[in-house]
């Protein structure tokens, strides 16, 4: 059974920084894309990155330049570094894995999903 659990929300104070994990577990994630999204209240589930089984990346225009997505095969761990936050960047942070080695910018894409982490950014 495929689970994805993330970890590191919290309140973070604007300009500053903080770090997402997601941890897969019930098999190896390493020729999956992996992606993170984001949904604030009263909005739709918006892109924010995805990785490649090669590691290459892309990002959500809000979000490019200031956040960076990695991966460690491994340790089946995706990572998000936020920088530079800003309270529009508030929402509940989701890991999402899809059953191919490509990216894909829409939610109906990914096949598993994690339960979510708050992120809240204070000005």
């Known amino acids: 059974q495929v689970r994805l659990v993330e970890s590191g929300g919290g309140l973070v104070q604007a300009g500053g920084s903080r770090q997402l994990s997601c941890v897969g577990s019930?098999?190896?994630?390493?020729?999956?894309?992996m992606a993170w999204f984001r949904q604030a209240p009263g909005k739709e589930r918006d892109f924010v990155a995805g990785?490649?089984?090669?590691?290459?990346?892309n990002y959500g225009d809000s979000v490019k330049g200031r956040f960076t997505i990695s991966r460690d095969s491994a340790k089946n761990t995706v990572y998000l570094q936020m920088s530079s936050p800003t309270p529009e960047d508030t929402a509940v942070y989701y890991c999402?894995?899809?059953?191919?080695?490509?990216?894909?910018?829409?939610?109906?894409?990914?096949?598993?999903w994690g339960q979510g982490t708050q992120v809240t950014v204070s000005s």
């Open positions: 999402a894995a899809r059953t191919y080695s490509e990216i894909t910018r829409s939610r109906t894409g990914w096949n598993f």
């Open positions: 019930g098999r190896t994630f390493s020729s999956w894309a």
């Open positions: 990785i490649t089984s090669r590691s290459s990346t």
